[in-house]
Nanobody, 134 residues
Framework: QVQLVESGGGWVKPGGSLRLSCAAS????????VGWFRQAPGKEREFVAA????????????HYADSVRGRFTIFRDNAKNTVYLQMEKLKSEDTAVYYC???????????????????????WGQGTQVTVSS
């Protein structure tokens, strides 16, 4: 019942910026927590950022990996059924395929360890490539 499509990836020079989008189908998408993960060649998929769900909430808590905190921002526009990842001061080590995932159950333990674990998320997009090089 939920389909996710990532977009916005591309090539950017070190220090540059890029905004990724995760567009979703489904009337209940606003209630899902959403996480961004990335996978570089030869590396395991790693957590990047997550945002809390909740249909009528005016505030959504966020969580970031240490490697991106202060540089990346996750936010959502429920009217557009879209979650974004704004990336600033990009580094070569940010190069990876970026995936978004949605979870209908994460909200019950948002402040626990599950939010940065891949298997917590029920639905996934196809990924979008981000390349940072000069």
């Amino acid at each position: 019942q939920v389909q996710l499509v990532e977009s916005g990836g591309g090539w950017v020079k070190p220090g540059g910026s890029l905004r990724l989008s995760c567009a979703a189908s489904g009337r209940t998408f606003s209630t899902y927590a959403v996480g961004w993960f990335r996978q570089a060649p030869g590396k395991e998929r790693e957590f990047v950022a997550a945002i809390e769900g909740g249909g009528s909430s005016a505030f959504y808590s966020t969580h970031y990996a240490d490697s991106v905190r202060g540089r990346f921002t996750i936010f959502r526009d429920n009217a557009k059924n879209t979650v974004y990842l704004q990336m600033e001061k990009l580094k070569s080590e940010d190069t990876a395929v970026y995936y978004c995932g949605a979870s209908s159950t994460l909200g019950s333990n948002w402040y626990g360890p599950s939010r940065d674990i891949e298997k917590t998320y029920d639905y996934w997009g196809q990924g979008t490539q981000v390349t940072v090089s000069s």
